[in-house]
């Protein structure tokens, strides 16, 4: 009776079956994502057409149509409208951007002096690379000489004056130039400072404390426009007779601490987050008050804000088109600058030089955007869920 | 407290030093060894640079003219460009020399902003542009009646706009926008029948549009913008100098003294050409304005007569190619005269 009822019961596992091909490969991913309902399919349908819309007259005129090189505005412009292309013709005047390539990276830098920004570039990637890598050693020294020796040396190398280098005044700075020094400065100066900024305002010292609350709720409550103004305008009113800054100079103060005030909030955020028996437990191992923020508190505060503390650094980065108002030419400016230009001056202009200049801003803040996320990931090592 | 009323003293002590350099602005060009040029922030024909980053157009090159009438030496200028806010602090402060910006000149200008204007360089004025092939047959800005007109709003366009249109008692529909940009797009896509700005501009901005050929500026002027460069009031030798040196490009062309004959027309005999280039034996014109007597031939050497320097910039030689008009010579109908050196 038993050995009967038993007969029907398997003694080994089933092998495995593959899924129906209904579940697997490529069409059942496109039915899944595309045409999983009726509306899945009005969208994909909509979806491709637009897209074979939109794309063939992309790249038609950012590439096929496009014009690389040329004298001036006759290479991009019709016979009707004076120049050397066919009637009808539309396509990217890269050749705009390949005149003034010069001026669009280093502003009105005179052309014979324009290896020193080269020079200082090519320094800053050497340092900064290796900076990036974790595997690659000596952080402590690449640290020192990129936030410390490099600054020096670049300060030299483009405002000259020494070592029989050409005084080049900031005046004559511009374009990417502009851009770059500005955020590398403002990204050197506002995580100290905002880390000093957001430990004063948790200090239990009064003093120290609402120093910092002013600082920060000032900076916070006006726009970056007004610092500027205040930076080029009112700063040298409360400066002692005789002493002068530049205006490139003053721009840089202001983006720096304008920055650190929104830092400081990021950080502030990040101390906050950090449980109280982290602390208690620093206390309880006798550690002073730097010990317990360097070794117990930031480094868990500091890793959990790292998407904070890139936004503001994109967010600075993109702002600093802003000294335009100040009559200082950052990319952006310049491009603007040149599309004054009558030799240039054709239908195409103004929309490829504002692509090139929305490209180079993109390749930046996307760059600053996957390092951070590789970061996050390599600095993960709890709170995932 | 201590400190930002020491700060405000020091401010007022500056200021009035300042102002107290700005007494001989000659001597102080001449002890820093070039001049500082105020220009427009990028203006087709006026001010823009080119692709070396050189700052070309009529008033870069007037900025030329004076260094050269001062050092001999055209290239002895640094150029400030300036938004149309920051022009006459940058002026007043003694942060330039000279504001060479398409700045329009006006009785307030010259009175209450302590300007002194110099000359005018360029007389500019509101015009209109239509579509020809739109509006064939359309030949005088009179015959716009219920037209729609694309001008850029906050702006004295817009005023002198409507001025203009009551006056001749004509209808119009406005399309008005906000950014220049805006306006030129909007005109370029049909969706006005005219457009109206400074002519000037109007020449740039055909240059932009996808059928140039097909619009045409029209002859009426319904405004008067003299363009011209200004110094700081009270330094009457500084503003003597550039005076004289546009009256002296303007004298070159009269003469008919160019770029390219000027050193054979040092041995020219007539009298009038002698003064001029301070060929004269006893003549001392350019001392008595505190430069050499030379200076007009280092002024023409450096970037032609006003005519050259037109035609250059804006005119044939240009891609604006704007006529002459009411710029040329008092004697081929224009506006243009230079009282005699002599």
Redesign the interface.
Known sequence: MQEHDMSWVRTEMALAQPAPPTERGAYAWVRKNLIGSVGDAILTVLGIAIVLWIVPQVINWAFINAQWSGP??TVCTTA???GIQPDGWTGACWAFVN??F??FMF???P?EERWRPILVAILFVALLVPMLIPRVPRKGLNAILLFVALPIVSFFLLVGGVFGLPHVET?RWGGLLITLSLSFVGIAVSLPMGIVLALGRRSKMPIIKWLCVVFIEMVRGIPLITVLFFASVML???????VTFDKYLRALIGVSLFAAAYMAEVIRGGLQAIPKGQYEGADSLGLGYWQKMGLIVLPQALKLVIPGIVNTFIGMFKDTSLVL?I?M?DLLGVV????????W???Q??KSGLIFAAFVFWLFCFGMSRYSMYTERRLDTGYKR | MK??A??????A??GFMASAASAGTLDTVKQKGFIQCGV??????FS??????EW?GIDADFCRAVAAAVFGDGTKV?F????AK?RFTALQSGEIDILSRNTTWTSNRDSALGLDFVGITYYDGQGFMINAKKLPGVNSALQLSGAAVCVQSGTTTELNLADYFKKNKMEYNPVVFEKL?EVNAAY?AGRCDAYTTDQSGLY?IR????????HVVLPEIISKEPLGPAVRQGDDQWAHIARWTYFALLNAEEAGITQANVDEMKTSTDPNIQRILGTEPDGKYGADLGLSNDWVVNIIKAVGNYGEMFERN?GSG???KIARGINALWTKGGLQYGPPIR
């Open positions: 001036d505005r009707a409208q004076g005149a003034k010069g001026q502003g009105t830098y052309v005046a040298p009113l409360f400066l002692p007779e005789g108002i009559s030419f603007k600058q040149n599309f004054a230009d009558a030799n001056a054709t239908p202009t103004a | 400190h930002i020491i700060g405000i003293l020091g401010a002590a500056l427009s922030t990028g203006l087709a024909g823009a640079p080119d692709d070396k980053g070309k640094k400030t460009p300036l938004s920051e940009e370029d740039g240059l932009t549009l996808s059928s140039p050929a097909d804006v240009s891609p604006l």
